[in-house]
């Protein structure tokens, strides 16, 4: 098992930034897709961006294309999103998770696993 712990969340205005960081501890973090999920209140959680065991790929959804940008340091074992030109409706709760299967690239939330507790991102207008 990963433990996965976020942070680097907070209240910002519209049009600021925002990194947040998700540090892995337990097995080895290197093999595994890493991705960003979040979720608004009321609302179903929903896929934000992930990033291959290697960092050679990265996938957006269509509402961050363009502001936000994942990466990773494997050798930090963390994995961080920023996050640039907020918009309120980028409001939610944030959370990290890891793919289930080593080598394994997917944007499917089903896919993933090890969630951490999430971070509070609420950009004001």
């Known amino acids: 098992q990963v433990q996965l712990v976020e942070s680097g969340g907070g209240l910002v205005q519209a049009g600021g930034s925002l990194r947040l960081s998700c540090a892995a501890s337990g097995r080895s973090f290197t093999n595994y897709a890493m991705g960003w999920f979040r979720q608004a209140p009321g609302k179903e959680r929903e896929f934000v961006a992930a990033?291959?065991?290697?960092?050679?790929?990265?996938n957006y959804a269509d509402s961050v294309k363009g502001r936000f940008t994942i990466s990773r340091d494997n050798a930090k074992n963390t994995v961080y999103l920023q996050m640039n030109s907020l918009k309120p409706e980028d409001t939610a709760v944030y959370y990290c998770?890891?793919?289930?299967?080593?080598?394994?690239?997917?944007?499917?939330?089903?896919?993933?696993?090890?969630w951490g507790q999430g971070t509070q991102v609420t950009v004001s207008s």
């Open positions: 998770a890891s793919a289930t299967r080593s080598f394994y690239y997917t944007v499917s939330s089903r896919e993933y696993g090890n």
């Open positions: 990033i291959r065991w290697n960092g050679a790929n990265t």
